[in-house]
């Protein structure tokens, strides 16, 4: 994948952690990042929450031979609706709106 494609599906993902964290749903992964890191679970959340999309990111770019799941699928989608590594125009619409 290109560099913005790169770029979009980590910001993807990255937005997939802050709802999660909004619904509760990752609490536990929050607590082991902090504690491997060092980082304060609150105090340094939003840093927590990128490393937790920037792992995820890793995870999916080191075993594409494997079905993408639905959640990294979705951190695939352009604003227009298209795969991102389709959409001709994805920079335009992840940062303008479709």
Do not use: V
């Not at 992964?29 to 491997?36: C, K």
């Amino acid at each position: 994948m290109s560099n913005i494609h790169n770029e979009m599906a980590l910001e993807n993902l990255y937005e997939i952690a802050i709802e999660e964290d909004k619904k509760g749903s990752i609490d536990g992964e929050i607590n082991r990042i902090a504690f491997e890191t060092g980082l304060h679970a609150d105090d340094d959340r939003d840093d927590i929450l990128q490393k937790i999309a920037e792992d995820r990111f890793e995870l999916y770019d080191s075993a594409p031979n494997q079905d993408p799941t639905l959640k990294e699928l979705e951190a695939r989608i352009c604003a227009c609706g298209e795969l991102i590594e389709k959409c001709p125009d994805a920079y335009e619409h992840m940062t303008q709106g479709a």
